[in-house]
């Protein structure tokens, strides 16, 4: 069997940490807190914020689209069904990853490759917060987005080498949009925006090509 366009995995696993920024995981299925009332956003923005994640690793289904700019500047779409399908919509294809297998598809061949255990777990949780790590979260007051309801908060990692993120997070108590700005590993600026819909859409299905 032919070997993988290496270019391509580099780029797929470049963007899952991108996205993650470290290889830590969080448990799928937790408990989903009650959505913030607008007194809990105003006196615990940091609580607001970790709820919004809560529900985020809980969804059974989600959309994100991601525009990188910077060096490497790309637009993708995501897509996720519960509990480990993925479809990613790259530049160069579309490309299938059903647990920790991707489905290759390249040069009109398909092909299955096996990805590190876990490893696009680390889409489905932005802050990958170590036990015990705390956030800072600065409330930067309502800002909608397309129209809609949104909250905006500025949140700052414990991790120094990781940026700062802009989090939108809607009436429904789930993030809606996510920036970055920072430094990529060879010092360049990149822009990361991330836009999330389709939150437990049943239509969304990702079935092995």
Do not use: N
Request: aromatic share 6%.
């Amino acid at each position: 069997m032919p070997r993988p366009r290496l270019s391509l995995l580099a780029g797929l696993l470049a963007g899952a940490l991108l996205l993650a920024g470290c290889e830590r995981t969080q448990d799928p299925t937790p408990a989903i807190p009650q959505a913030p009332t607008a007194a809990a956003a105003t006196h615990a923005p940091a609580q607001v914020v970790l709820d919004a994640m809560t529900r985020f690793r809980a969804a059974r289904a989600f959309e994100a689209r991601m525009q990188l700019e910077g060096t490497r500047a790309q637009d993708s779409r995501l897509e996720y069904a519960a509990p480990d399908r993925y479809r990613l919509h790259l530049p160069m294809g579309t490309q299938t990853i059903i647990g920790d297998t991707l489905y290759l598809q390249a040069e009109g061949r398909s092909q299955r490759v096996p990805l590190p255990a876990g490893l696009l777990a680390q889409w489905r949780d932005p802050l990958q917060l170590a036990e015990g790590e705390q956030l800072q979260v600065e409330d930067l007051g309502a800002d909608p987005l397309d129209g809609q309801p949104a909250h905006l908060y500025r949140v700052i990692h414990p991790d120094p080498a990781r940026p700062a993120m802009r989090l939108w997070i809607d009436a429904d108590g789930r993030p809606r949009r996510i920036e970055q700005r920072g430094r990529d590993a060879g010092g360049a600026e990149f822009r990361l925006q991330i836009d999330y819909t389709r939150f437990d859409d049943p239509s969304l299905r990702i079935e092995a090509p």
